[in-house]
């Protein structure tokens, strides 16, 4: 299984972009995987910004996230996009999409994911 992010790239403090991650590869589109987004900005560690389950429900946001950034999916396509508004600085990171094993479980923890993504930059610009 293969995951790939995309729709990164340079706004201004205050816009907005919306990610996509798509898997391919051997899993069915009705093997409903959990899906996550992380991000890593230079000098920290990776860290939980958005999740939902394989149904669709559930959405959990970490704290800078929620009220600015929208995590959804297609249902049954195993693709999910994270509509990041308001930005600052501060989100300037890699973003890195995630999937667990088929039914499985999306939390706020890495260790729930078994695939990973490239990761795509997002860079804020003040």
């Known amino acids: 299984v293969q995951l790939q992010a995309s729709g990164g790239g340079l706004v201004q403090a205050g816009g907005s972009l919306r990610l996509s991650c798509t898997a391919s590869?051997?899993?069915?589109?009705?093997?409903?995987?959990?899906m996550g987004w992380f991000r890593q900005a230079p000098g920290k560690e990776r860290e939980f910004v958005a999740s939902i389950s394989g149904s669709g429900t559930n959405p959990q946001y970490s704290d800078s996230a929620k009220g600015r950034f929208i995590v959804s999916r297609e249902r049954r396509r195993n693709t999910a996009y994270l509509e990041m508004n308001s930005l600052n600085a501060e989100d300037t990171a890699v973003y890195f999409c995630a999937a667990t094993n088929p039914w499985g479980v999306a939390t706020m923890s890495s260790h729930s994911y078994y695939y990973w993504g490239q990761g795509t930059q997002v860079t804020v610009s003040s």
């Open positions: 590869g051997h899993v069915s589109d009705r093997a409903e995987m959990g």
